[in-house]
């Protein structure tokens, strides 16, 4: 069993930055894929970034390059920096785990946090 918190969101102005933090419990957060997924009002959960066990990540087109997934396996921790937000970034963002050793995720989720990105 994995428990997620997020934490880290908040009202941003546009062009500006958020860090997101992720922070687990539960046993082998190592060898888990970790996500970061966003739900804005009126539309369907969506990828953000995943980033798997071997530190390799994939992004949604519309982020590339202005968001970064991170983590600390030290600290049973995953990170979403984002910079350069815009209007169309604002949603919940949750985070999300899958099982050990698999590619996926969507396992377990957070309760979201909320992204405001606004003059």
């Known amino acids: 069993q994995v428990q997620l918190v997020e934490s880290g969101g908040g009202l941003v102005q546009p062009g500006g930055s958020l860090r997101l933090t992720c922070a687990a419990s539960?046993?082998?957060?190592?060898?888990?894929?970790l996500g970061w997924y966003r739900q804005a009002p009126g539309k369907q959960r969506e990828l953000v970034a995943i980033?798997?066990?071997?530190?390799?990540?994939n992004y949604a087109d519309s982020v590339k390059g202005r968001f970064t997934i991170s983590r600390d396996n030290t600290k049973n921790t995953v990170y979403l920096q984002m910079n350069s937000l815009k209007s169309e970034d604002t949603a919940v963002y949750y985070c999300?785990?899958?099982?050990?050793?698999?590619?996926?995720?969507?396992?377990?989720w957070g309760q979201g946090t909320q992204v405001t990105v606004s003059a």
């Open positions: 999300t785990a899958g099982p050990p050793y698999r590619t996926t995720t969507g396992d377990y």
């Open positions: 539960g046993n082998m957060f190592s060898s888990r894929s």
């Open positions: 980033i798997s066990a071997r530190i390799t990540t």
